[in-house]
């Protein structure tokens, strides 16, 4: 009997082990495009699976105008949108802007779901 149990404990951590395994190889995949213009970056970390990016705009933070940061994201989503062969695109919370002042960098964070 003890023989037994100790065989249906071993099955069951067997099992246990191996749907983590799978879990861990369901893990979303995201791609990081780092675009360089003039005075400015838009770094977008997109994931496919789940039809959702994050645009980074960065600038030096002496440089930074919120309305520019605002524009050119902006247009780089809709391109964005076009590009990866979606239809529309919402936001998925308020934008956020942060500045590191040790590097003189100001951040500004967009969280877009891209709709088929």
Do not use: H
């Not at 190889?25 to 995201?30: E, G, H, M, Y």
């Not at 039809?51 to 989503?77: C, H, L, S, W």
């Amino acid at each position: 009997m003890k023989k037994f149990i100790i065989a249906i404990a071993f099955l069951f951590v067997a099992l246990v082990g191996v749907s983590a395994q799978d879990r861990q190889a369901n893990v979303p995949l995201t791609v990081l495009i780092s675009e360089p213009a003039d005075g400015y970056t838009i770094n977008i970390e997109y994931t496919e699976m789940l039809g959702e990016a994050r645009f980074i705009y960065v600038t030096n933070r002496f440089t930074y105008d919120e309305d520019e940061a605002i524009k050119a994201v902006r247009e780089r989503i809709i391109s964005f949108t076009k590009e990866k062969g979606f239809f529309s695109y919402s936001y998925m919370r308020p934008t956020i802007t942060k500045t590191d002042y040790s590097a003189n960098k100001t951040y500004f964070y967009s969280f877009v779901l891209l709709q088929k």
